[in-house]
């Protein structure tokens, strides 16, 4: 379904990602882990045109979108719940939701349709249904996660690109972060997961990339990474 | 004595809308780009001007949606003329000095095609004041006022309700996340102008009827509408109003109790005041530096 | 380089000698004018082109100086030459005022700032009549300094045209004065910190550069150039009146220095020669329309070779020709076109703005560079040789034996409800190298900027040598000995290697601008002390050979590099390190690695911020881990690297399978 290849991208003259290709197969959970400043944020920015990638392509369900502005790419069914949530906050909760679903409220669609997604949302995120009337800026750090990959959904998306939904959680707060990306996953739905915790990450995932200073280093079964060594010398260097 | 005193704060509050809905223009470009028309004085300007021509041929309310549809189209130009590349290209100088020629180019233009002396601009509505308490107000002093008022909440409105103006806020709450939701962030700052300006052209035509117009109307009108914007916040809807409206009266005061001459100088000091003592303004929120 | 002097040299005879060759009034008097804008915008560029702040109030302060001079002869009698350093110091006073109403503000609130108090400025010179005699302005009659007629030849001439012909060169040697005095400003560290404050604000704070302090210096100098060049003006012109100062001469100024490129002494000179040649040739169409149609004729040739060069950028360059092509058009219909002159101004910027970003002496440059590259330098040539013994100078630090270097108790950081850092303490011992580290988000980041005062803490203190340093502003923490590198890099990108250095070298300077301008034995003796030890530094850091190069040229593990040494420059006792291995390659990485063991072996303490755990565990002699803000382990990297809340932390709660 995405399908990366020889990406190269970065800020100005410092260049965060060397050839990294990443496949994401229809209907798959995939992981992309490693340390802080590996280039995990810088990939999926790449991917949904927040970033212009230097070289390399991005296919989506075909298509070449590599280059493109993220509004483009976001037409074409690619939702991306960013580092940092990144919420509307002056707007609430329910208009955040409507914003998820922009690309299709522009079209013919019936409105019927977006508010009944709306509904589904609110079922699978309670919580969310009870604020609905909040700004999204007054809901807690864990609220504010479910509402961005929520918003993502509302895309109806055929990939989803989800970064770091666990940063600045407490522990609590994470496994009920991973406990939706499971369930996400029964619904199959295609995702890309980008995360710092590792082995939560390869716990709910099908296949695991891990990014060191710009190169995938490691790839495999997800099952396979959750018992390799280099995953953690990865994170907290090897041991002395 | 009180008399004058309420006479001179009543015609206030009409100059102080003025100002607000101008400041209010200041805010759309700023909220989604982060950017100002330093030549929003001049949009004013070529609104009225732009009035007064066409309403000899249509009259005052048939006149208003031509000035409003130039205002728009006034706005986009400046957008794409002097904002945009600045923004891909983050020059900050830029933009400012682009819109600053764009605004002497069209107050040149308009001296040139309007003149430069001041045009007596007809009213559309009785020019015999009502006295309401002693205190007489002009009609059209009302119709400001409920006509800025009217503009300030059918913006805010359509940016509450409708999805369009849902996709202005989210772009101005975040412009990355805003493109994340396949909203055009580029199209919504063109638009952003012009509304901007729009804005402006309109409060163009709502105050030439009392003060008449001409080519030299926009500089200070739209200097001190900025020391509303920042008195008022660079983000606070009613903000603008009450700083509005405490220049309009502020001024009045200072032009009765010392000298006309010195009318523009509290809106400046104002600003000045402001600005070095707390920069985001009296209604803003300061935010935190990141390195 | 080479061209430079023989230009110069031959500048200055044309403009001495101009008025006996071309000996009409009206030319002598339009150079002169020339000579005074120059001034202003070689002022103006100092704000403009080195602090990088836009400028509206400069119309104002010229207005203050001709007015000091105007008034001075019109109410007590004083002559021209006596009043020129009242003008000077009265503007210069204004433009202090101006910058501290400005302090804590840039860009377009600060352009604000200068047009409102430029507004202001003449609301004031037209309504104070009993000082300035309001609207009609005022008269005054340019001296005659010596009668030299009676010489003869070509020294005969009218009482009028001699006073002229004086005039003249009073106005020139002040652009010659001028031209010295702004050069030596900027070439020295004064100029170095304008730049450094530009470029990155907060470098330049810890680097113990104080912005604000430069800023109002800026403003001054550039202030003072401009009462000088107003002073001049009522005498060029014997008559001011206050709408001659009004917010277009502002933007006519803005005009000049960045039409003629920001940024050098050609530039500003070259700007003011075209705004003020222009309304004159726009008075006469027919020359007008000429020089419109050979614009266009250059534009479309020169478009047309880069578009059979470069196919690629055909829709770009045919935009600014069609332009040129349509002025010209437009120049064929009109009549008359004196009224047009702010359209055509406007225009200009617009053109300048899109175009011509460097003007058209940056463009000239540009031109020649890429033919013969030795010809042109943007900067001065730096070409010291440095060595290991220069580069150190840091006194010990003084604390008793036992006691820590820093020792941060109980500190609290809150960001609205969040708490950034909660009660956290450190105790960092003066010569070890103390790793601080931990996941996203975990609180490092915003130590270092309690640390170095770019936040004043909400609560809990710092002590640095035994006393307290938490509220104090970056600049004075920085004297004390606290030097850091950033996370983001924040280098001076217009400066040099060199020059980034000698910006932490600041302090080591003691002479006043004066002496700089005078070229004072102990100033000329402080840049070339500055010169050696910062090519030593650089020396230290692998980049002496890159000395000249501009830092934002620099590959991004040499900024990492020349960061480090810039800090060193401060002698300090105590480094700050944020993330300095991030984005480096594996030999750039040990590279690194050896620096760092260098520095501490001159006794300089470190606390390293840092998420390659191989750096860490390798360099440091204690580790901090931080997790939500509170410190969560502390110990030798080993006990750190074994502790299961720390791999809890970096690889995710309850999970056991990877931290088995």
């Known amino acids: 379904m995405l399908k990366i290849e020889k990406l190269v991208a970065g800020y100005g003259k410092v260049r965060v990602l060397q050839e990294v290709s990443i496949t994401v197969p229809k209907g798959q959970l995939v992981t992309l882990i490693g340390s802080n400043g590996a280039g995990k944020t810088t990939t999926l920015r790449a991917i949904s045109g927040m970033l212009k990638p230097e070289s390399g392509t991005v296919m989506l369900a075909g298509a ?161 990474l959750r018992g390799d060594p280099a995953v953690r010398a990865a994170y907290l260097g090897a041991a002395h | 004595m009180l008399q004058i005193l309420a006479q001179l704060i009543v015609s206030g509050i009409s100059v102080g809308m003025i100002y607000a809905v101008i400041a209010f223009g200041y805010q759309l470009t700023f909220a989604t780009s982060k950017t100002l028309n330093f030549g929003q004085g001049e949009a004013l300007m070529l609104g009225s001007l732009v009035g007064w021509t066409v309403v000899a041929y249509t009259g005052y309310w048939l006149m208003l949606p031509v000035v409003l549809a130039f205002g728009l189209v006034q706005g986009a130009v400046v957008e794409r003329l002097g904002v945009r590349q600045a923004i891909k290209t983050k020059s900050e100088s830029g933009w400012i000095m682009a819109t600053i020629a764009l605004g002497i180019i069209f107050r040149n233009l308009a001296e040139n095609i309007w003149g430069r002396d001041a045009l007596k601009f007809p009213s559309p509505l ?53 493109g994340l939701m396949g909203i055009n962030t580029g199209r919504v700052i063109t638009f952003s102008y012009a509304l901007s300006s729009l804005a402006a052209a309109f409060a163009g035509v709502l105050i030439a009827p009392v003060t008449s117009t001409g080519a030299a109307m926009g500089g200070a009108l739209g200097l001190k509408a900025f020391a509303v914007a920042i008195i008022g916040g660079l983000s606070s809807g009613v903000g603008v109003v009450v700083g509005g409206v405490i220049l309009g009266i502020t001024e009045n005061l200072t032009g009765y109790y010392i000298s006309t001459g010195y009318k523009d100088v509290p809106g400046l000091v104002l600003l000045l005041l402001v600005l070095s003592f707390r920069p985001a303004g009296l209604f803003g929120r300061a935010t935190i530096k990141k390195v | 380089m080479r061209l430079k002097l023989p230009l110069a040299v031959l500048g200055i005879v044309a403009l001495l000698l101009f008025p006996f060759v071309i000996t009409s009034p009206y030319y002598v008097h339009l150079v002169a004018t020339i000579a005074i804008f120059a001034i202003v915008a070689l002022g103006l560029d100092i704000v403009f082109g080195y602090t990088g702040e836009v400028s509206l109030g400069h119309s104002a302060l010229f207005g203050i100086g001709a007015y000091t001079s105007g008034v001075l002869a019109f109410q007590l009698g004083i002559g021209f030459l006596p009043s020129i350093p009242f003008a000077i110091v009265v503007a210069a006073a204004f433009g202090a005022v101006l910058a501290l109403l400005a302090l804590r503000v840039t860009g377009p609130y600060l352009a604000m700032v200068t047009l409102a108090f430029g507004t202001i400025i003449q609301i004031l010179i037209n309504e104070m009549t009993f000082l300035t005699n309001g609207p009609l302005g005022i008269s005054v009659r340019a001296p005659v300094y010596y009668d030299w007629r009676e010489w003869g030849g070509v020294f005969d001439m009218s009482l009028a045209k001699m006073r002229n012909v004086q005039n003249y060169y009073v106005d020139a040697v002040a652009l010659l004065i001028t031209l010295v005095v702004v050069t030596r400003i900027v070439a020295s560290r004064w100029g170095r910190a304008f730049e450094a404050l530009r470029d990155s604000p907060i470098a330049s704070d810890c680097m113990g550069v104080s912005v604000y302090k430069h800023k109002v210096l800026a403003f001054v100098v550039s202030a003072g150039l401009a009462g000088l060049a107003g002073s001049l003006f009522a005498y060029s012109e014997q008559y001011i009146a206050p709408n001659n100062f009004s917010f277009d001469l502002s933007i006519t100024f803005l005009l000049a220095v960045t039409m003629g490129g920001r940024k050098s002494r050609t530039g500003p000179i070259v700007g003011a020669a075209i705004v003020v040649f222009l309304p004159n040739l726009l008075a006469d169409i027919v020359l007008f329309r000429e020089l419109a149609g050979v614009i266009a004729a250059v534009a479309v040739v020169a478009g047309g070779i880069k578009m059979v060069r470069d196919p690629e950028s055909r829709a770009r360059t045919a935009i600014p020709v069609a332009l040129c092509v349509a002025f010209f058009v437009f120049a064929l219909t009109l009549e008359k076109i004196t009224d047009f002159k702010l359209t055509v101004f406007g225009a200009m910027i617009l053109f300048v703005v899109y175009y011509l970003p460097d003007g058209i002496f940056g463009f000239l440059r540009q031109g020649v560079a890429s033919v013969r590259p030795g010809w042109v330098r943007m900067h001065a040539m730096i070409e010291v040789k440095g060595d290991e013994a220069s580069a150190w100078a840091a006194t010990p630090p003084r604390v008793e034996s036992g006691r820590p270097l820093l020792e941060v108790r109980r500190l609290l950081m809150q960001f609205g409800g969040l ?9 960092v011992m003066p010569g070890t190298i103390h790793g601080l580290i931990g996941p996203n988000g975990s609180g490092k980041s915003t130590t270092m900027n309690v640390l170095t005062g770019i936040y004043a803490p909400t609560g809990g203190e710092v002590l640095f040598e035994g006393t307290p340093i938490s509220g104090l502003a970056p600049a004075a923490i920085a004297a004390k000995g606290v030097a850091r590198t950033f996370q983001n890099v924040q280098l001076f990108a217009e400066l040099t290697l060199i020059e980034n250095v000698m910006v932490g070298l600041h302090h080591t300077y003691a002479g006043s601008m004066a002496e700089v301008v005078l070229a004072t034995p102990r100033s000329v003796r402080e840049e070339a002390r500055a010169r050696v030890r910062a090519a030593s530094l650089l020396r230290f850091v692998g980049l002496e050979a890159l000395a000249n190069e501009e830092a934002r040229n620099l590959p991004y593990g040499k900024q990492r590099l020349l960061e480090i040494a810039r800090a060193l420059a401060l002698d300090p006792k105590l480094l700050l390190l944020d993330e300095p291995a991030a984005g480096l390659t594996a030999p750039d990485i040990v590279e690194l690695n050896l620096i760092i063991r260098k520095i501490r072996d001159h006794g300089v303490t470190m606390i390293l911020i840092e998420h390659h755990m191989d750096v860490v565990m390798g360099l440091c002699d204690t580790v901090t881990v931080l997790d939500f803000g509170q410190k969560i382990a502390e110990g030798n990297p080993a006990q750190v690297q074994a502790d299961p809340r720390v791999v809890a932390a970096y690889l995710g709660g309850s999970h056991e399978t990877v931290a088995a």
């Open chain 3, 419 to 427: 708490k950034a850092l909660d009660n956290v303490d450190i105790a």
């Open chain 2, 126 to 178: 009785p020019e015999t004041p009502i006295a309401l308490g002693g205190v007489r107000v002009l009609p059209m002093e009302i119709a400001i006022v409920v006509g800025a008022i009217a503009m300030m909440a059918a913006v805010e409105l359509f940016n509450r309700r409708s999805i369009y103006g849902k996709a202005v806020v989210a772009t101005a709450n975040d412009r990355d996340a805003a």
């Open chain 1, 64 to 224: 070449d979108i590599t280059g493109m502005p993220s509004h483009e790419i976001a037409k074409r069914g690619l939702a991306h719940s960013p580092e940092g949530r990144r919420v509307f906050s002056t707007l609430s909760v329910a208009d955040n939701l409507e914003l998820g679903a922009f690309t299709r409220a522009i079209g013919a669609r019936p409105r019927g349709e977006i508010r009944q997604d709306r509904e589904r949302m609110y079922e699978m995120f309670p919580r969310l249904a009870e604020r609905r009337a909040q700004f999204a800026g007054t809901l807690s750090g864990g609220e504010q996660q479910m509402l961005a990959m929520a918003r993502a959904l509302m895309l109806n998306p055929e990939v989803l690109l989800l970064d770091e939904p666990s940063m600045g959680l407490a522990p609590l707060l994470v496994e009920e972060v991973f406990a939706t990306i499971a369930r996400l996953k029964e619904r199959r739905v295609t995702m890309l997961l980008v995360e710092q915790f590792a082995a939560a990450a390869l716990d709910v995932a099908d296949y695991g990339y891990v990014l060191e200073n710009g190169r995938v280093t490691v790839s495999g079964e997800a099952a396979k």
